[in-house]
């Protein structure tokens, strides 16, 4: 079965430090994508990635950016963190298409 | 732009009860539809789906959903309830590009 891990279940961190969220996908998935989740807004897309080393905004890019230097890794960054981005990030990956997403179990970030 | 609307926040139910969580979208072209499931301190896994051929589609637990173009909706029934069945329900919807436009999700919970 496919394999999404996130590197953390829980981080806190301080404002304005950078912070990097890890996700890695086990089954060579093409597409890759980030989400934030917060009560009564549901998901929504930060940024996904076609391949390697190609990026393209979501819905919210604002405050992040992204890294895919491998196919198996799918990295958010957070380049000064605010409280705002206090939520809980979710990792997906998929193949090429319209195939269902596989999802990590998400990364609770607090930003004090 | 692809949008989906989940009308009810929260769905209490009492066990072996029916229940419909309620899904509608907005799309000006041909939609593929998904419901994904919750459990609590997980990612989300894929219940269902309609891409195309018969409007009814079916989980391995239960679950239904019926694709209505006319009134833009995509429903989700399932006619007893199990208390494992208590988690975090999401609409979402793709135009046919890499991009899934999640609803804000149905809190269900099974009363005893």
């Known amino acids: 079965d496919v394999k999404v891990t996130q590197s953390s279940r829980y981080l806190v961190k301080r404002t304005g430090e950078k912070v990097f969220l890890e996700c890695v996908q086990d089954?060579?998935?093409?597409?890759m994508f980030w989400y934030r989740q917060d009560p009564g807004l549901g998901l929504r897309l930060i940024y996904f990635?076609?391949?390697?080393?190609?990026?393209e905004k979501g819905d919210i890019p604002e405050g992040y950016s992204v890294s895919r230097e491998k196919k198996e890794r799918f990295s958010l960054i957070l380049e000064s963190a605010s409280t705002n981005q206090t939520s809980m990030y979710l990792c997906?990956?998929?193949?090429?298409?319209?195939?269902?997403?596989?999802f990590g179990d998400g990364t609770r970030l607090s930003i004090l | 732009a692809q949008s989906v609307t989940q009308l009810d926040s929260q769905v209490p139910v009492f066990e072996e009860a029916p229940v419909e969580l309620r899904c509608n979208y907005s799309?000006?072209?041909?939609?593929?539809l998904f419901w994904y499931v919750q459990y609590p301190n997980q990612g989300l896994q894929l219940l269902l789906k309609?891409?195309?051929?018969?409007?009814l589609v079916e989980s391995i637990n239960g679950f239904e959903a019926e694709f209505n173009k006319s009134q833009t909706s995509f429903h989700l029934r399932k006619p007893s309830v199990h208390i494992s069945d208590t988690a975090e329900y999401f609409c979402?919807?793709?135009?046919?590009?890499?991009?899934?436009?999640f609803g804000t999700g149905t809190r269900l919970t099974i009363i005893p």
């Open positions: 997906a990956s998929r193949r090429t298409g319209l195939g269902r997403q596989h």
């Open positions: 089954m060579d998935h093409e597409n």
């Open positions: 990635s076609y391949d390697v080393k190609m990026k």
């Open positions: 309609y891409l195309s051929g018969s409007t």
């Open positions: 799309s000006s072209v041909s939609v593929y």
């Open positions: 979402a919807v793709s135009e046919g590009n890499e991009k899934l436009t």
